[in-house]
């Protein structure tokens, strides 16, 4: 598996990095920290500055270091982890968000893991944060780091194409083996308990026989608030959210499920993206576009 990393020195990005050393690596899987050293208008202010504390910032040259001292933290602690791992650095130059998808392209990378930063005045507003423009540009589900942990898992599951995305991430990636996984199903109005009931439990009778304690859990009322009640309850670690994606103006006027849930889960959030580089749990083409989902 080829993971990319995000590190800036900041502490988001330290729980990214906690999360990435606290993997369970299999033989053969490689990581690639990256920094990227934003240009002179993000050191000096606007929603995407540098996040190192003001009195470490006292020339470029300084940024340049903390880019630096982020890239041998982080091969340090990974080496501390897993010695043989195969580890790449790399420091960039430009905007972060975008010099992380397209270093992910040039991989290609099977997951991104970001940190966060928490849902401030600019991040909920104009959605400019990191974390939240490399999802919606990645060519690969991305992983937004709140902890180290990695189970309890939470799945949403919708029953779209996009949450059997999703689902497929669980059954695949050799890190999930095991792990206790809540299949969490949100009835809306008009929808038929019994049925989507029934579809739930199927959901966690596949997981189940691909070796992981998967359990069902329908419930009612808005989906994202339902979905991290779940997490709340389970103390899960991680929320797997499947998405077919909003950009731009029309997710800052839409929103969606996936995009609440990301910007307000007690712990870290792995969105899988309608169309991105994953294997599907089935032989079935999936193409942007053409199907729909209550996640957003």
Known sequence: MRI??????????DRALDFVAALPWQE?????????????VEIVGGPWAIVAPSS???????????HQDALTKAGREIRTARADLAIESTLLHGRAASMIVEEARRMPADLIVVGHRGAGRWESMLLGSVSAEV???????????RDEGLGPVVL?????????QAESVLLDWPMFAGLAVSVVTVVERGESAEVLGAECDATAT??????????????EGDAARQIIAVADARQANLIVVGTRGQTGLRRLMLGSVARNVLLNAPCSVLVVRGGVGVAAASEDHVEEGELVSPFG
């Open 4 to 13: 990319l990393v995000a590190v800036d020195g900041s502490f988001a990005a």
């Open 135 to 145: 999802v919606d540009h990645a060519p690969c589900p991305v992983l937004v780091a």
């Open 56 to 66: 470490a910032v006292g020339s470029f040259a300084d940024v340049v270091r903390i």
């Open 206 to 219: 596949r997981l189940r026989e691909a070796g992981l304690d998967a359990k069902a859990e329908l419930r």
């Open 156 to 164: 949403a599951d919708d029953r779209s194409a996009y949450a059997r």
């Open 28 to 40: 053969g899987d490689r990581v690639h920290v990256v920094s990227v050293i934003p240009s002179h």
